[in-house]
């Protein structure tokens, strides 16, 4: 993304919000239908187990509600780093970020033991439609989250001196809206998958 | 103009001539000449492969190529003619018109815009490198033939092992990053970028139809990427997604495939009927014809596009309630579609009208468009398209909405603007025969489909027996595509001959209402000078033309300001290696998923992360034109 257009256009834009941030609204609306379409997969062929193991035979709730509750934690973190740099408090900002990104890391190294154990207990991309969907779905939103962890990484880069200041919350914010994107997602997600599956 | 100084402390490339100019550039106006271009390269293609087509069907029994030949014919004409020609033709109008348009030095994003162009190239190059493959080796089946809507599981590793669907699906999701980009692009610019005073109804048509084309765009392509993503992961990495022995359901494939598709004819139609709502009013001398009326019809066609992706599926059994909804929902559309002929024939009525070639195609494509509308709202019915579904009445229907509509609205935008995009009037005696060429030979050729279709001669069918009266309209629609190839033909020969004449066009040859007509033709590097001021829509007729009765009178000082030489320095942004880089990288990331090879993965992956790094922290750049020189 350009970083001209945050210290240009945006007293110049005819609604007032900055170039950068309606763009990356209107990519988080498609990102929307993305994951819509690809949980849609997932449902349609919900009880499909074949052969392999079903949701309830694989899903341990107690982990996956931890690993969810640093998730949403991290966006927390993130609310902080905004703040913080929009405020001027620089290397707190450039604390929170590391904090968000060391809390994504935690979430995908919590996915990476939750697939690698399913894929023990039998259940692989191959081994039934659940496996397939279960995978593809939860995979494509690991990987959102991994493009997350290496933007506010980068961010770190981008403010390795004197920190995030308000000359480069513009940045952060861009980045929050993306990490609570990704968040948002995977509450609907888990909501989803794993809830509704105890709850039936 | 001069070139002042640059920014940044990463250099930016600065070449203004040469190839490095073209490659790293991020004028929207270059980026649309590189659209059109490269689209027109890939129309001719496709059209060999119809030509090839035709010539297989002049006669029953004919063996001109074989089946196989036959079907990878008719898959890479329809992808090709709608991925790599239409679309990306009218993107080119939309790159150079509409920063023009709404007063706007550039688009919002102009690094993004040349990602966008070179991850089309990417993509394009990347589907038809198959050909390359299959004369390496004939036996890998490399050229997709599973048909341009890829239905499972025709497309499963059962039925088509060969590489075809793999190009075609990894092809699809490259071309499918840069629209989605543009979409971005191009409501922010809409939505942001406009010139003082030109509020969202005093933009011209052509705007409006890009907005909703772009909002289309962002809420459609998701659809066939995740069903893309998914027929990729089933026959790469074994998923079951559309695997039938394990539970998948092939008519899902058609539901999100359609979910896109049809939305996707109204990217291919929208930006069309903008276009000739630009040149009706300018050759009939008139406004056009209830303009908000047009401006709703847009959107609401746009909105109902998603509501009717189902009458693609009637002969798929869903039972009659599905049925009867989606086809009301698209007899509904006919509606706004409707609404639209009207005006243009309102536009028209009582106008002085002129008749040049760029109103001839407009003509020609309200004529055939409307065609193409009956029929289609024929197959809306039901029990009516049982009796069509995958005959030659369809094949008519989609030719009549996407040469008659598209390809006439293209060919006529190419001759209205074509003294704005390179400072030269295309020749009229020679155009007027192009276009009667065209239009005789278009309706020549598709035609026959209508009374082949009702006779029951089916798609896809790479020959026939003799004896079920097809042979005679099939001879008359192969005469008629040899005569629309001459018409195109013309064209190119008209196209030659006005490149080699000296650039010298004024600024407003047609007398036309929009304001890329008040600058010089072409346009200098910034479009404007001084950003206009928009007090009215079709605001540089009325500085031509005042109207006091309507309340609208001339401003002789904002008038000569169109001219006027900028106070300021105008800061243009940097040129840029990193687009290129970027849709280069994801081009090899693609070979890399074709042959599931790490290595072209890793370079592609490379290329991608120093591209987007290099793009973050490239710095401002850019060059400031100062005041003091002449562009006129």
């Given at each position: 993304m350009s970083h001209e257009t945050v210290h240009e256009h945006v007293e110049m834009t005819n609604t007032g919000i900055d170039n950068r941030k309606l763009g990356f609204w209107l990519f988080l609306s498609s990102e929307t239908v993305f994951f819509a379409c690809l949980l849609v997969g997932y449902l349609v062929y919900h009880g499909q187990n074949g052969q392999g193991p079903s949701p309830k035979d694989v899903f341990e709730l107690p982990l996956t509600s931890l690993s969810t509750f640093v998730l949403l934690m991290s966006s927390l973190a993130m609310v902080l780093g905004v703040f913080s740099a929009q405020q001027g408090q620089a290397k707190a900002a450039r604390g929170w970020v590391l904090a968000t990104a060391l809390m994504g890391l935690t979430f995908l190294g919590f996915q990476a033991y939750e697939f690698t154990t399913f894929y023990h207990e039998g259940l692989t991309l191959s081994s039934s439609l659940f496996g397939t969907t279960f995978f593809v779905l939860t995979g494509f939103h690991g990987a959102h989250v991994a493009v997350g962890v290496l933007w506010l990484l980068s961010l770190l880069f981008h403010g390795r001196k004197g920190g995030l200041g308000q000359d480069k919350a513009g940045d952060v914010e861009v980045a929050g809206l993306y990490w609570h994107f990704v968040d948002i997602v995977w509450i609907v997600l888990f909501t989803v998958i794993y809830l509704l599956e105890a709850a039936i | 103009?001069?070139?002042?100084?640059?920014?940044?402390?990463?250099?930016?490339?600065?070449?203004?001539?040469?190839?490095?100019?073209?490659?790293?550039?991020?004028?929207?106006?270059?980026?649309?000449?590189?659209?059109?271009?490269?689209?027109?390269?890939?129309?001719?293609?496709?059209?060999?492969?119809?030509?090839?087509?035709?010539?297989?069907?002049?006669?029953?029994?004919?063996?001109?190529?074989?089946?196989?030949?036959?079907?990878?014919?008719?898959?890479?004409?329809?992808?090709?003619?709608?991925?790599?020609?239409?679309?990306?033709?009218?993107?080119?109008?939309?790159?150079?018109?509409?920063?023009?348009?709404?007063?706007?030095?550039?688009?919002?994003?102009?690094?993004?815009?040349?990602?966008?162009?070179?991850?089309?190239?990417?993509?394009?190059?990347?589907?038809?490198?198959?050909?390359?493959?299959?004369?390496?080796?004939?036996?890998?089946?490399?050229?997709?033939?599973?048909?341009?809507?890829?239905?499972?599981?025709?497309?499963?590793?059962?039925?088509?092992?060969?590489?075809?669907?793999?190009?075609?699906?990894?092809?699809?999701?490259?071309?499918?990053?840069?629209?989605?980009?543009?979409?971005?692009?191009?409501?922010?610019?809409?939505?942001?970028?406009?010139?003082?005073?030109?509020?969202?109804?005093?933009?011209?048509?052509?705007?409006?139809?890009?907005?909703?084309?772009?909002?289309?765009?962002?809420?459609?392509?998701?659809?066939?990427?995740?069903?893309?993503?998914?027929?990729?992961?089933?026959?790469?990495?074994?998923?079951?997604?559309?695997?039938?022995?394990?539970?998948?359901?092939?008519?899902?494939?058609?539901?999100?495939?359609?979910?896109?598709?049809?939305?996707?004819?109204?990217?291919?139609?929208?930006?069309?009927?903008?276009?000739?709502?630009?040149?009706?009013?300018?050759?009939?001398?008139?406004?056009?014809?209830?303009?908000?009326?047009?401006?709703?019809?847009?959107?609401?066609?746009?909105?109902?596009?998603?509501?009717?992706?189902?009458?693609?599926?009637?002969?798929?059994?869903?039972?009659?309630?599905?049925?009867?909804?989606?086809?009301?929902?698209?007899?509904?559309?006919?509606?706004?579609?409707?609404?639209?002929?009207?005006?243009?024939?309102?536009?028209?009525?009582?106008?002085?009208?002129?008749?040049?070639?760029?109103?001839?195609?407009?003509?020609?494509?309200?004529?055939?468009?409307?065609?193409?509308?009956?029929?289609?709202?024929?197959?809306?019915?039901?029990?009516?398209?049982?009796?069509?579904?995958?005959?030659?009445?369809?094949?008519?229907?989609?030719?009549?909405?996407?040469?008659?509509?598209?390809?006439?609205?293209?060919?006529?935008?190419?001759?209205?603007?074509?003294?704005?995009?390179?400072?030269?009037?295309?020749?009229?005696?020679?155009?007027?025969?192009?276009?009667?060429?065209?239009?005789?030979?278009f309706n020549l050729f598709a035609f026959p489909f209508h009374f082949l279709g009702l006779m029951g001669m089916p798609r896809r069918i790479y020959t026939y027996a003799p004896g079920y009266g097809f042979e005679f309209w099939n001879l008359v629609s192969t005469i008629g595509v040899w005569v629309l190839t001459l018409g195109i033909l013309l064209f190119i020969m008209n196209f030659v001959q006005t490149m080699r004449k000296p650039i010298g066009t004024a600024r407003d040859p047609w007398d036309a209402r929009t304001l890329e007509w008040t600058t010089a033709s072409p346009p200098p590097v910034h479009n404007y000078d001084v950003i206009p001021q928009v007090a009215v829509r079709d605001e540089f007729w009325y500085q031509k033309y005042p109207d006091p009765e309507h309340g609208v009178v001339a401003n002789t000082k904002k008038a000569a300001g169109y001219g006027a030489h900028p106070e300021h320095g105008i800061h243009m942004p940097g040129q840029s290696f990193m687009p290129a880089l970027v849709a280069a990288g994801i081009t090899v990331l693609g070979y890399g998923l074709l042959f599931t090879s790490i290595v072209p993965a890793a370079i592609g992956v490379v290329g991608i992360l120093a591209g987007v790094f290099g793009w973050a922290f490239e710095g401002d750049g850019g060059t400031v034109l100062e005041a003091a020189g002449g562009d006129d």
């Open positions: - | 103009m001069a070139i002042a100084k640059t920014l940044g402390f990463i250099p930016r490339p600065t070449a203004q001539t040469g190839f490095v100019s073209w490659l790293t550039t991020v004028d929207h106006k270059r980026i649309g000449i590189l659209y059109g271009m490269t689209a027109f390269i890939f129309f001719l293609m496709g059209g060999f492969e119809a030509f090839m087509i035709r010539l297989q069907l002049m006669k029953p029994g004919l063996s001109v190529v074989t089946a196989d030949t036959f079907n990878a014919l008719f898959t890479m004409h329809a992808t090709t003619m709608i991925f790599l020609a239409i679309m990306p033709m009218l993107a080119a109008f939309m790159n150079f018109l509409l920063p023009l348009h709404i007063g706007a030095r550039d688009v919002a994003f102009p690094r993004l815009n040349a990602f966008s162009y070179w991850s089309y190239l990417g993509g394009g190059l990347f589907i038809n490198t198959s050909w390359v493959m299959q004369l390496i080796e004939p036996a890998g089946r490399a050229i997709p033939d599973s048909g341009w809507f890829g239905y499972a599981n025709l497309t499963s590793v059962n039925f088509s092992g060969g590489m075809g669907p793999d190009f075609w699906t990894i092809g699809l999701l490259l071309l499918g990053i840069g629209t989605l980009v543009s979409g971005f692009n191009f409501i922010v610019t809409i939505l942001n970028m406009r010139a003082p005073g030109m509020t969202l109804m005093k933009m011209p048509i052509f705007s409006w139809t890009t907005l909703v084309t772009s909002v289309l765009v962002i809420f459609s392509f998701p659809a066939i990427t995740v069903a893309l993503l998914m027929l990729m992961f089933d026959r790469t990495f074994e998923a079951n997604f559309f695997n039938v022995a394990a539970g998948g359901s092939v008519v899902f494939w058609q539901h999100l495939f359609w979910t896109f598709g049809h939305p996707e004819v109204y990217i291919l139609i929208l930006p069309a009927m903008g276009i000739v709502s630009e040149i009706l009013p300018t050759f009939s001398r008139k406004p056009l014809f209830g303009y908000s009326v047009m401006v709703f019809s847009t959107a609401l066609i746009g909105f109902m596009g998603f509501t009717v992706w189902s009458h693609h599926m009637f002969a798929v059994g869903m039972g009659p309630v599905v049925n009867t909804i989606f086809g009301l929902t698209t007899m509904a559309i006919a509606i706004p579609t409707g609404v639209k002929i009207f005006n243009w024939l309102s536009t028209m009525w009582g106008g002085r009208v002129k008749i040049t070639t760029a109103m001839l195609f407009a003509l020609g494509f309200i004529m055939c468009f409307t065609i193409g509308g009956l029929s289609g709202f024929m197959h809306a019915l039901p029990p009516s398209d049982a009796q069509q579904t995958d005959t030659y009445f369809i094949v008519a229907h989609i030719h009549y909405v996407l040469i008659g509509g598209s390809i006439f609205a293209i060919f006529g935008g190419i001759y209205y603007w074509f003294p704005k995009i390179f400072g030269r009037l295309m020749d009229e005696k020679l155009g007027k025969w192009n276009f009667w060429m065209m239009f005789a030979g």
